[in-house]
C-alpha cells in the first residue's frame, strides 16, 4: 500500500517535521569552494546518503534531496549540464534510501539564477529546465518537489507549473523573504508572502510558504500573513538557526536547538503545517523541534 500524501496527513491535523541544512553538512565532510553540490550524488553517494539518514534518525517526517542546483542552468557552470537526468535521478534515489516506505521525500529544486525582467531567459527555456528536472527527481522515487528560496513571482509559477503538467508529484513552493524598514517582509524582487501565496496557488501549487533568510522567530510574521490570505492550504516553513553573525570571516548561525525549538508554539498558532529547518540547523535542531511538538 503507497502512503498517504503529505497534504492529506496535514488534513488529518498532524503537524509535520520536515529536515535542516544540506550545504552545513557537505562543507563539514569537505565540500569546496567552487565544487558542485549535486555531483556528490554521483560521486559521493555514501556521504550524502549519510546527511538524510541523520535527519531521519532525528524524527524527520520527510527529507529533501541534495539537487537545489540541479537545473541545467546551473550544472552548465560545472560542465555538467549533460547530466540533469541522472544527478537528479540520483538524488532523488538516496533520500528514497534514507526515507524508507514510510518517509516522504521532498526533493529540492531551487532558482535557476536566471531573469525574465532581465531578458537573458524565455519562459519555456526556464519552463524546460524545471520540467528536466522534475521528471527526473521523480524518476529517482520523489514523493513531491520542494520549489524553494524563491524570489520572482514569474519563475516560482514556471517551476510549478512545470512539475505539475509533467509529473504526479505533490508541490511545495517556498519563498525567501527580508525584513524591510517599514516592518513588512518582501523577496529580493519586491514580492511580499501574500503576493507569492495567491501566485503559487494559483498555479497548483499543493503547499507553500517560506525558507531561509529568517530565524524561527521572524517566520512567525511571515507565516500569519501567508495564512490570511490562504486560510486552507498547507504551510511549510523552513528556517534558519538565527540571523547570522560573521565570526573570523564565517557566517554562524547562532541559534541553539532549544532556542529554535521555544518559537515552535508560536509557529504553529500562526498556520505553519510543516515545520524544519535552513541554513545553520542540524540534526540537533530538528530533533529539539520533534521533541517540542510532541509536548504539545
Keep these: 500500500m503507497s502512503k498517504m500524501r503529505i497534504t492529506e496527513a496535514v488534513k488529518n491535523n498532524k503537524i509535520l517535521v520536515s529536515d535542516g541544512a544540506w550545504g552545513t553538512f557537505l562543507h563539514k565532510k569537505g565540500l569546496h569552494a567552487g565544487e558542485c553540490p549535486e555531483n556528490w550524488c554521483i560521486n559521493r553517494p555514501d556521504d ?32 555538467l549540464a549533460d547530466k540533469v537526468s541522472e544527478i537528479n535521478k540520483a538524488a532523488a ?22 531573469m525574465l525582467v532581465m531578458g537573458d531567459v ?16 521523480e524518476e529517482g522515487g520523489a514523493d513531491a518537489v520542494c ?9 516560482a509559477v514556471l517551476a510549478i507549473k512545470a512539475a505539475k503538467e509533467n509529473t504526479k508529484l505533490e508541490v511545495i513552493s517556498t519563498f525567501t ?13 519586491g514580492v511580499s508572502p501574500a503576493e507569492a501565496a495567491k501566485a503559487c496557488i494559483e498555479a497548483g501549487a499543493d503547499i ?29 516553513v523552513h528556517a534558519n538557526a538565527g540571523l547570522p553573525k560573521i565570526v573570523d570571516g564565517k557566517d554562524v548561525f547562532p541559534d541553539t536547538p532549544e532556542q529554535m525549538a521555544s518559537f515552535v508554539p508560536g509557529i504553529i498558532a500562526a498556520g505553519a503545517n510543516i515545520i524544519g529547518g535552513c541554513c545553520g540547523t542540524t540534526p540537533e535542531h530538528i530533533r529539539a523541534i520533534k521533541e ?5
Aim: proline share 2%; hydrophobic share 35%.
Design 48 to 79: 550524502v546518503l549519510e546527511i538524510a539518514e541523520s535527519y531521519i534518525n532525528a524524527g524527520s517526517d520527510m527529507i529533501e534531496t541534495n539537487s537545489f542546483g540541479g537545473t541545467a542552468f546551473k550544472l552548465e557552470h560545472y560542465g
Design 93 to 114: 534515489s538516496i533520500s528514497s534510501r534514507a526515507a524508507g516506505k514510510e518517509k516522504w521525500v521532498i526533493a529540492s529544486i531551487g532558482p535557476t539564477g536566471k
Design 122 to 137: 524565455t519562459e519555456k527555456e526556464l519552463y524546460n529546465n524545471f520540467k528536466d528536472q522534475a521528471i527526473a527527481l
Design 147 to 155: 520549489i524553494e528560496t524563491m524570489s520572482a513571482i514569474d519563475e
Design 177 to 189: 523573504y527580508e525584513k524591510i524598514s517599514e516592518g513588512e517582509y518582501r523577496t529580493m524582487m
Design 208 to 236: 507553500i510558504g517560506t525558507n531561509c533568510g529568517n530565524g524561527m522567530e521572524r517566520m512567525i510574521d511571515i507565516v500569519k500573513e501567508l495564512r490570511s490570505v490562504a486560510p486552507d492550504i498547507p504551510i511549510l
Design 292 to 296: 517540542k511538538i510532541g509536548t504539545l
